[in-house]
């Protein structure tokens, strides 16, 4: 997450309990995520500093901006949004899947290793964090 956009802080808040992913592909977390997961968040070049479990995934596929202004439109103002113009939305998205968050909070902050799973990769899969947890 960019920490400019001050994400962190609106999960912790419980002002923000909806993570969304909009892809062009169906890729992870898409399929991969169910109720009872664990949630991990870091801004970009940090470490991780909050944990959230997952109570709900909803997935849709976009066909349409009124597909994106119907989502934008129920679930927005819980995703707290940077920008909510469907136009732009319309180019970058064909999928959205939607991750409903319980029992946000901060943690120890810890750092990861995400060799092999690309540096710029937003989401990343795994059984156990402390697969990747830098010792």
Not at 39 to 52: D, L, P, Q, R, W
Not at 75 to 85: A, S, T
Request: hydrophobic content about 40%.
């Amino acid at each position: 997450m960019k920490k400019s956009w001050g994400l962190i802080p609106k999960i912790i808040s419980r002002q923000k309990t909806i993570e969304s992913r909009w892809y062009q592909t169906r890729r992870a977390p898409w399929n991969k995520i169910k109720i009872g997961d664990a949630v991990f968040f870091k801004n970009s070049g940090e470490e991780i500093t909050a944990k959230a479990s997952v109570c709900k995934v909803v997935q849709f596929e976009i066909h349409t901006i009124t597909d994106i202004v119907k989502i934008i439109k129920k679930y927005g103002e819980r995703i707290c949004l940077i920008n909510d113009n469907p136009r732009t939305w319309k180019r970058l998205a064909k999928y959205c899947i939607l991750i409903f968050l319980k029992n946000p909070k901060k943690i120890k902050p810890f750092a990861i290793d995400k060799k092999g799973f690309g540096m710029s990769n937003a989401w990343i899969t795994l059984p156990n964090i402390k697969n990747i947890q830098k010792r």
